[in-house]
């Protein structure tokens, strides 16, 4: 029992990490029916440039270290969205009747242009977070000892995710978004300004994107040129699994995605859990072809 | 087309001339990579075998006669070392160094062993060099599956009796693991877990909650120095100290920084030793010189065993052998020759005996200290 929930918070943990980025591939699809692949990039670029930014501009030295992280995570968040808004005015804005396979073989350009740009400005090697950033404190949680790292990961998830969730049901500005979701035209008869819109979720999701990436290098401490594809991949399956297009779905199937993954590798075999995952993927589809949560169309986002 | 001749004459002089004129008595041939991808590894050969003749020549050579080094670039390329070898056979020396690729010393392997050389391979680990049956070849470096053997007598030496096996799936990593489990299984240790886990990712937390719940006394993951920090960071984490090891592969200072150097404390390795680690005489003497004479340390052990090569080669003309039947006889049963890796020996087949791997373990600082055998 000990070990079972232990296994879940490792899930949680991990699962928090897919969810935020799924949030990103969901977001985009929900109101372009695009899937952005350079969203894994983006997130490998927010691991950077909070490193960059710990590093040069010594923030951990002059502020308080909690009240360096927050100003970290915000100017990455920030920094992260303007990429995000660049990349959608150069890469898809241009595209946005052509088709979309035209604007799906963009983002994969986009994706390999991202992933060269950082190779080539940071070098291909392994890069690892100062050790001193990490919180070193352990929770006692119903028996069992958790990393207090580990907890922060998850609530910092959870409450960027309900913080999105409330802006995009609570706000004016959510329910356009929303308006777009569901049909741009009819939207912008409505007066919405659907460029603006799409702009919005194009900073939304990348910063949460670049957010998550520098949760990653601060947790995990080693970031490479390359993570952003296995975490993007993982993401974009959580995203389906919850139902693309749908942001609880996005938060439910990231989650469910990294417990089963830690239930796998802990009661099968490590090497099958990827394996297991997909599989379990494959069955909700069968099962429920829009994802779990993806079946009222007229709900998304 | 008298001048031509004449031209050509002259130009034969030259070449011929700086040859005569520093031509000694015994040739040793040398075959490294200068150029191409391991020429860093290549260069050092060089260097370090020219010191070792230097050396040799001032302290009255061999029986009063002069080493002369004859040196060929293979580029680490299996072509490339095909014609050095067959150069190195028409320039009279009498037994062949080299070289640093198991691939590239294999093209020069039967060259070598038709024109009656013996040859000593330096970095070339692969198995099978030394089970074609090649009267005349020898190495110096350790066979690929004298790791497994090492890894496993340091288990048996810990005293630790239920080992939690760990590998990454890449053949090198499956392959020491498979190789220890073997071993272990006939030493009487336990292997109460064998599994792999997929290289490139973050969190290992959920393979390491298992093989707690396993119990084992001691973890062996024969995996890179990446995932290793990563097992080390998250295994601190958790709050579980029990030891963990490795192969070769962890053998990078980024390992500290990964693990973070509370968690990396206390993790062992085995590896072959640096040479600035080493703690022989021999070892000391040699580096001091290298020092020296260039200004820096050798950069892997790799190159310090075409060193050891020298070495062998020079023990065997002292005792007289330059027939090379002889010169091999007389290796197959050469043991403890002070070296500049350890004692120095061969077996039957050519393959280096003795406990060539050394245990690191990463002390309180992070740093990385070779333990007394």
């Known amino acids: 029992m000990e070990q079972f929930l232990q296994q879940l918070l490792n899930g949680l943990a991990v699962g928090g990490i897919y969810a935020l980025v799924a949030l990103g591939y969901t977001m985009v699809y929900g109101v372009l029916k695009l899937i952005n692949f350079a969203h894994g990039d983006l997130f490998t670029i927010g691991a950077y440039l909070g490193l960059t930014l710990l590093a040069s501009c010594n923030l951990a030295g002059l502020l308080p270290i909690p009240l360096a992280m927050l100003a970290v995570f915000v100017m990455v968040a920030l920094l992260v969205a303007l990429i995000g808004f660049l990349l959608e005015r150069a890469a898809y804005r241009p595209l946005r009747d052509a088709g979309r396979l035209s604007a799906v073989v963009s983002a994969l350009g986009a994706s390999i242009f991202f992933q060269n740009a950082v190779m080539l400005v940071y070098g291909a090697r392994v890069y690892v977070y100062p050790d001193f950033l990490r919180p070193d404190f352990t929770v006692s949680l119903m028996g069992v000892n958790v990393p207090g790292v580990r907890l922060l990961v998850i609530v910092a998830s959870i409450v960027l995710m309900l913080g999105l969730w409330a802006f995009i049901q609570r706000t004016r500005i959510g329910a356009a978004v929303r308006a777009v979701a569901i049909d741009p035209a009819a939207a912008r008869l409505m007066g919405i300004n659907v460029d603006k819109i799409i702009s919005l979720v194009f900073l939304i999701g990348p910063g949460l994107g670049g957010a998550a990436g520098l949760m990653v290098g601060i947790y995990y401490g080693q970031i490479d040129f390359t993570m952003g594809w296995s975490y993007g991949l993982k993401a974009f399956t959580a995203a389906i699994l919850g139902g693309i297009g749908n942001i609880p779905g996005a938060m439910l199937g990231g989650l469910l995605l990294g417990v089963i993954e830690a239930l796998a590798a802990g009661y099968v075999a490590m090497a099958w859990k990827d394996a297991i995952a997909f599989l379990v993927l494959i069955l909700i589809l069968i099962i429920r072809p829009t994802g779990i949560l993806g079946e009222r169309t007229a709900d998304k986002l | ?373």
């Open chain 2, 1 to 373: 087309m008298k001048k031509f001749v004449g031209t050509l004459a002259a130009l034969a002089l030259c070449i011929l001339l700086p040859t005569q004129l520093w031509a000694g008595d015994l040739k040793i041939g040398l075959m490294c990579p200068l150029t191409g991808k391991w020429a860093s590894e290549g260069q050092d050969m060089k260097n370090i075998v020219s010191l070792l003749v230097e050396e040799a020549n001032a302290k009255g050579g061999i029986d009063g006669k002069q080493l002369e080094l004859v040196v060929e670039d293979d580029a680490g390329d299996p072509r490339t070392a095909a014609l050095a070898a067959q150069k190195l056979a028409s320039s009279g020396v009498l037994a062949v160094i080299g070289t640093y690729g198991s691939a590239v010393t294999e093209a020069s392997q039967n060259i070598l062993d038709e024109s009656g050389l013996v040859q000593i391979g330096t970095g070339s680990t692969s198995v099978r060099l030394t089970e074609k049956g090649l009267p005349l070849f020898f190495r110096t470096c350790p066979r690929d599956d004298a790791q497994g053997k090492a890894a496993a007598a340091a288990i048996v030496k810990g005293g630790y009796k239920a080992v939690a096996l760990l590998h990454d799936n890449s053949s090198y990593a499956k392959g020491l693991a498979e190789e220890s489990r073997a071993i272990l299984d006939k030493a009487g240790v336990k292997v109460i877990f064998f599994d792999a886990l997929t290289p490139g990712e973050r969190d290992y937390t959920a393979i390491l909650t298992k093989l707690k719940a396993a119990g084992p006394d001691l973890i062996f993951f024969t995996g890179y120095y990446p995932e290793t920090g990563m097992l080390l960071r998250q295994k601190k984490e958790m709050g579980w100290d029990v030891p963990m090891m490795g192969g070769d592969a962890a053998n990078h200072q980024d390992l500290v920084k990964i693990a973070g150097v509370n968690a990396a404390a206390g993790y062992f390795f085995i590896s072959p030793p640096l040479p600035q680690d080493m703690d022989s005489p021999a070892a000391a003497a040699f580096l001091k010189s290298f020092k020296d004479k260039y200004g820096t340390v050798p950069v892997s052990v790799w190159a310090v065993l075409a060193g050891d090569a020298f070495k062998a080669i020079e023990a065997a003309l002292t005792a007289g052998k330059t027939e090379p039947e002889a010169m091999a006889a007389w290796l197959k049963q050469l043991k403890d020759l002070p070296g500049l890796s350890g004692d120095l020996g061969f077996d039957a087949k050519g393959d280096r005996v003795g406990d060539f791997y050394r245990t690191y373990t990463v002390d309180a600082q992070g740093v990385f200290v070779l333990q007394a055998k």
